[in-house]
């Protein structure tokens, strides 16, 4: 067994505790024209499945700690002719994994016509991640030209606790943003709901300021497009690579998602928040690799740190496949969304590629295509004068729309007996080193999170004998709430 990362621990919680579908499914797909051989493919997609041993491994949780553990079959590799590739796309997407037993990867290369073929890769996000994406490019390249590289050691295992540092950072930045406003209307994601994309072709509109990169430019407009719409307080989701020296060649999960925050005057410039969300990025990128529930304590297990997030990803070279010509697709829908809006951007030598990727039950297509063309519209203004005040941008004034405050939702279950009550307070009281708890308190309001609820689950589970659902520290987290479930799930 090999001890999961903070990161792989988290978003297998959210999962198991919200039920996300295929919102972390991550379907990759690779088109090959010309006289591909099928044989020499399909061990190159074993080639990479022996190089990289993460995409055979499952999560089984013990006594409250995540492990990875060898999945109970292997990733298949299939071939199949398939005239209809869209639907075996679809097909493949929605095909769940089961976490605890695995595979949580598999390939599929289909025949679409003689000369044209389809590799499509679908993995789960705990074992792949955006950069994953260059990665098994390049090493399948490298094998089906005959040039196949050694097995990579497990990257996973080691303790990871968050510093004294990082937890100061956050607890000195860390505020709740439940909604945003986006034209005029406050928009509060649910849990991951189905998912439709709009695309955007940023290419003319994306200006190059110095002393800024890309990125920079990019999530400076999202924040200041999202203070023009109202936002006083704004919250921005960010995807950033963990990925270290030792890890730089390994498929896997090596990417966290972090909140960036921003409270600026409509009166200052672009350039000013743009160079101020510069500065916050250098401090953030410092403490990356600590998950924010884990740091700051207190947070709730939630599909999304904030109502809107980025991802922004610079494509690699392309590779050569002997004979073939290669068509990437390097943005696909997995069908779900976990926030009010997610803006997927890649950048490429054919330029500036965007997918807003949203819940037509929280917002609607209409609403997704103007803020796209009111976000080509910040870009534009801020290439004619980097200077431009967030005020003076040329978009429809929008009142601020004031938040509503979220719904308190009161306790679900029955009374619990003291003794169990006291039975419970024991194992609580152990898991957050605390020498009183009362009855009635949050286990958030405590410090808990994620990792506290797999502990004080497993505990419960050895001395009661009662598995208790994930979604009873969601409902109730107080130990009378926990007490109260146990008592209803005993015979």
Same mark, same amino acid.
């Given at each position: ?18 039920? *996300? ?16 051989? %099928? ?14 041993? !993460? ?132 928009? *509060?994601? %649910? ?8 695309? %955007? ?34 919250? &921005? ?58 740091? &700051? ?39 779900? &969304? ?11 030598? /054919?330029?500036?590629?965007? *997918? ?11 609403? !997704? ?12 203004? !801020? ?61 958030? /309001? ?25 979604? !009873? ?6 130990? *009378? ?11």
């Amino acid at each position: 067994m090999v001890l999961a990362s903070q990161a792989q621990h988290g978003m297998w919680i959210t999962e198991v505790l919200h039920g *996300t579908g295929t919102a972390y499914h991550m379907p990759f797909a690779m088109w090959f024209d010309g006289p591909l051989e %099928r044989e020499a493919m399909l061990a190159a997609c074993r080639a990479v499945l022996a190089r990289h041993p !993460v995409l055979g491994h499952a999560f089984e949780e013990r006594d409250g700690v995540l492990h990875l553990v060898p999945a109970r079959e292997l990733p298949p590799v299939a071939f199949v002719v398939e005239p209809d590739p869209e639907a075996l796309i679809e097909r493949e997407i929605a095909r769940p994994f089961e976490l605890s037993s695995g595979p949580l990867a598999r390939f599929t290369l289909a025949e679409v016509a003689p000369s044209r073929h389809l590799l499509l890769f679908v993995g789960h996000h705990l074992v792949f991640d955006g950069m994953s994406k260059d990665l098994l490019v390049r090493d399948l390249a490298a094998a089906y030209s005959g040039a196949a590289r050694p097995p990579l050691p497990m990257p996973y295992g080691r303790e990871e606790m968050p510093s004294p540092e990082a937890e100061a950072y956050w607890r000195a930045r860390w505020r709740e943003v439940p909604q945003v406003v986006i034209n005029g209307v406050s928009r *509060t994601p %649910r849990l991951a709901s189905h998912g439709e994309t709009v695309l %955007r072709d940023l290419t003319h509109d994306m200006p190059d300021l110095p002393g800024l990169t890309r990125f920079e430019v990019f999530l400076a407009a999202v924040h200041a497009l999202l203070h023009r719409y109202g936002n006083a307080d704004t919250s &921005v989701a960010i995807a950033m690579s963990t990925r270290t020296a030792e890890t730089r060649d390994h498929i896997g999960l090596f990417a966290t998602e972090l909140p960036v925050f921003s409270s600026f005057s409509l009166g200052g410039s672009f350039r000013e928040l743009a160079l101020g969300i510069r500065s916050e990025l250098r401090e953030l990128n410092s403490f990356r690799e600590v998950p924010v529930a884990r740091a &700051v304590g207190g947070i709730k297990p939630r599909v999304a740190l904030s109502p809107v997030s980025i991802s922004f990803r610079r494509r690699a070279p392309e590779q050569v496949f002997p004979d073939l010509k290669l068509s990437v697709e390097w943005k696909m829908s997995n069908h779900m &969304v976990r926030n009010s809006l997610h803006l997927q951007a890649v950048d490429g030598a /054919d330029g500036l590629l965007l *997918t807003l990727h949203y819940s037509p039950d929280v917002i609607s297509r209409q609403d !997704v295509e103007l803020a796209g063309d009111h976000l080509a519209t910040v870009l534009r203004a !801020v290439a004619a004068d980097p200077d431009v005040r967030l005020a003076d941008l040329p978009l429809p004034a929008t009142p601020q729309v004031a938040l509503a405050a979220p719904e308190e939702t009161g306790p679900t279950h029955g009374e619990a007996d003291a003794e169990l009550i006291e039975q419970v307070r024991l194992i609580w009281m152990e898991v957050l080193r605390m020498d009183h708890i009362a009855p009635d308190e949050d286990l958030y /309001d405590l410090g808990g999170h994620s990792l506290t609820i797999t502990q004080i689950s497993a505990r419960i589970r050895k001395r009661l004998g009662v598995e208790v659902p994930f979604d !009873v520290f969601l409902d109730d987290p107080t130990i *009378t709430g926990v007490a109260a479930a146990i008592g209803g799930l005993r015979p």
